[in-house]
């Protein structure tokens, strides 16, 4: 009976010794950020993002938006498409399409985006500019 007891210990030590040292490089669930929601890598980055999400998001963010339509049949696939995915956009260029407009997209007016959030957007969509 003690021999048992003394082989069950060890077993149960020794499981735990193994699920110790397969867990010992994880955190906790909830200390661990999410990966879709890093933190953008400069506070004027993170708010020109947020406008371009209010503003510009449903048409421009993904491939089935309307804005994102209108692009892939004027650039025919020889430019992304979703206005994140550019590299070529300069921040002058996006200030005075949204300002003015193209095509069917509206233009926006100083009171819906402000000359300061306008150039944070333009900054989000041009950032190597």
């Not at 696939?77 to 206005?83: F, I, K, M, N």
């Amino acid at each position: 009976m003690k021999g048992l007891r003394l082989r069950r210990g060890l077993a149960v030590a020794a499981c735990v010794a193994v699920l110790a040292a397969a867990l010992g490089g994880c955190a906790p669930l909830w200390t661990r950020p999410a990966p879709h929601f890093a933190p953008p890598a400069e506070p004027a980055r993170a708010a020109g993002r947020n406008t371009f999400d209010k503003w510009c998001a449903d048409c421009h963010s993904t491939v089935g938006g309307p804005g994102s339509m209108a692009l892939q049949r004027k650039y025919r696939g020889a430019l992304p498409a979703v206005l994140e995915q550019r590299s070529d956009l300069r921040p002058d260029y996006v200030k005075l399409v949204v300002r003015h407009g193209v095509s069917f997209m509206p233009s926006f007016r100083k009171t819906e985006i402000s000359d300061a959030d306008l150039a944070l957007v333009a900054a989000y969509l041009a950032p190597s500019q």
